[in-house]
Nanobody, 116 residues
Framework: QVQLVESGGGLVQAGGSLRLSCAAS????????MAWYRQAPGKQRELVAA???????NYADSVRGRFTISRDNAKNTVYLQMNSLKPEDTAVYYC??????????WGQGTQVTVSS
């Protein structure tokens, strides 16, 4: 079973940037879709961005144009570059397979807090 470890979160002012990383303990080369999710207090986990093995990406409307997902299959790592952060981006961010796939066990996530 692949283990996922998210990192890179922190406290940032509105308009700032963060780069999240997700290191997998096993190969993600054959995983068609890897994604980032987030869960804000009192809300359900939501898909933020997804990346396919073939380079395709898709984004939630709320982050399109500000966030960029990428993956390095050789390093078994998925990244999320977050720019122009807003207070409403505050959440715990997780990575896992894209929606529609049986997920790996969820990691601890990384907290992102955006102050106004």
């Amino acid at each position: 079973q692949v283990q996922l470890v998210e990192s890179g979160g922190g406290l940032v002012q509105a308009g700032g940037s963060l780069r999240l990383s997700c290191a997998a303990s096993g190969s993600i080369f054959s995983i068609n879709s890897m994604a980032w999710y987030r869960q804000a207090p009192g809300k359900q986990r939501e898909l933020v961005a997804a990346s396919t093995t073939y380079g395709g990406t898709n984004y939630a409307d709320s982050v399109r144009g500000r966030f960029t997902i990428s993956r390095d299959n050789a390093k078994n790592t998925v990244y999320l570059q977050m720019n122009s952060l807003k207070p409403e981006d505050t959440a715990v961010y997780y990575c896992n397979k894209g929606s529609g796939y049986v997920p790996f066990s969820w990691g601890q996530g990384t907290q992102v807090t955006v102050s106004s």
